[in-house]
């Protein structure tokens, strides 16, 4: 057996086994629906990115595989992954769902403890339904020439970008599931008895190597994430979209409003996003799209306080934005991750209740 073979027996059986080891509990928990899900269409595709050049591709051994080394050449970079499902006769807009930082797609998709994700309810419900991987994250892939830069000495070592890796004890407590780690909120939604099936969601992050600053891409209106280029690209290649934002990604579909390309027919920003310092120019392009701002338990008295300056601007210049606190309406326990809460569903139809009336009754 020549070392290609052997190469990718290796790998197979590595795959084999860690897939053998990892998914049994999260297999036995799957409860399966009760209807047939039925489809018109189901796939994936990307969306944008950029060719950059490359020195090194970053491994010795391609000469030896190969008979060529492969050095130098084009490397494209920052594109997004989507995939979609549509339903045989939509009733609804097209609806993208983009994830936050240390996620991927996973976490619209069957919850950690095997229920039905939003994935599959929206698309029940009549939405041609769409989840987009942050350019830089998971099936989108990373930028890693960098790394090579300064593995070959091209670049120092300072110029590496950290990567940033999501510990159980962060994710508690920003996930809000409790006030530390093993304590649990009083009556909490999330089904922590399956909190190891999100740890597993969680990947490495690096932030760096995607925008100029973290800070800037969480603050300023203008950004020139790809993400947010390419969410914005795809929303007019669709001839029309709502975009959902959730966490670090919560401001995308406002920026993404700002590239003016067009076919965003509403936002969602879960967990805030808003901006306090919006020109006057920009106020006025997000005024002609509704916007809803929607944000779970355990924020304290005043969860409404992030979004109180934009949402007088909008107003003021005749928008429509929403901001609605769960427990403020009753429904109360849901954390950071309400997706995958216990009562998710019903969180979900909310979200289609505001559709319906704030962007397909303004639609007609």
């Given at each position: 057996m020549n070392m290609l073979s052997l190469l990718r027996s290796a790998v197979l059986t590595t795959l084999m086994t860690a897939s053998a080891g990892?998914?049994?509990?999260?297999?036995?928990?799957?409860?399966?629906?009760?209807?047939?899900?039925?489809?018109?269409?189901?796939?994936?595709?990307?969306?944008?990115?950029?060719?950059?050049?490359?020195?090194?591709?970053?491994?010795?051994?391609?000469?030896?595989?190969?008979?060529?080394?492969?050095?130098?050449g084009k490397v494209l970079v920052d594109q997004m992954y989507v995939q979609f499902q549509t339903p045989p006769e939509p009733s609804h807009t097209p609806i993208v769902f983009v994830h936050g930082g240390l996620l991927s797609s996973k976490a619209w998709e069957t919850t950690p403890d095997g229920r039905m994700g939003w994935y599959e309810y929206f698309t029940r419900q009549g939405f041609p339904t769409y989840l987009a991987d942050q350019s830089g994250r998971a099936r989108s892939g990373f930028n890693g020439t960098v790394f090579n830069q300064v593995r070959n000495g091209s670049l120092p070592p300072s110029r590496q970008p950290p990567v940033f890796l999501g510990t159980s004890n962060m994710a508690w407590k920003l996930f809000r599931f409790g006030p530390e780690l093993g304590q649990t909120w009083p009556g909490l939604q999330f089904p922590t008895d399956h909190v190891d099936e999100?740890?597993?969601?969680i990947i490495p992050d690096m932030f760096e190597t995607q925008v100029p600053s973290l800070l800037d891409e969480l603050t300023s209106p203008e950004t020139n994430n790809a993400s947010v280029e390419n969410v914005?690209?795809?929303?007019?290649?669709?001839?029309?979209?709502?975009?959902?934002?959730?966490?670090?990604?919560?401001?995308?579909?406002?920026?993404?409003?700002?590239?003016?390309?067009?076919?965003?027919?509403?936002?969602?920003?879960?967990?805030?996003?808003?901006?306090?310092?919006?020109?006057?120019?920009?106020v006025k392009i997000l005024a002609t799209v509704p916007i809803l701002v929607m944000v779970g338990d355990y924020l304290g008295e005043h969860p409404e306080a992030p979004c109180v300056k934009e949402m007088e601007q909008i107003k003021a210049a005749g928008g429509?934005?929403?901001?609605?606190?769960?427990?403020a309406i009753g429904v109360k326990g849901n954390s950071h991750m309400f997706m995958q809460d216990k009562n998710n569903l019903k969180i979900a139809d909310i979200l289609v209740t505001w559709v319906s009336e704030h962007v397909e009754t303004k639609a007609r």
């Open positions: 990892a998914s049994g509990q999260a297999l036995s928990d799957l409860k399966p629906s009760l209807e047939p899900l039925v489809l018109q269409s189901q796939g994936s595709f990307f969306v944008g990115g950029r060719t950059v050049e490359t020195k090194t591709a970053g491994w010795s051994g391609m000469k030896d595989l190969f008979g060529e080394s492969f050095e130098a999100v740890y597993k969601q914005a690209s795809l929303a007019q290649e669709l001839g029309g979209a709502i975009l959902v934002g959730h966490s670090q990604s919560a401001g995308f579909p406002t920026q993404a409003v700002l590239k003016k390309k067009g076919g965003i027919r509403g936002i969602i920003q879960l967990e805030t996003g808003c901006f306090a310092n919006l020109t006057e120019d920009q429509d934005m929403t901001f609605i606190s769960l427990p």
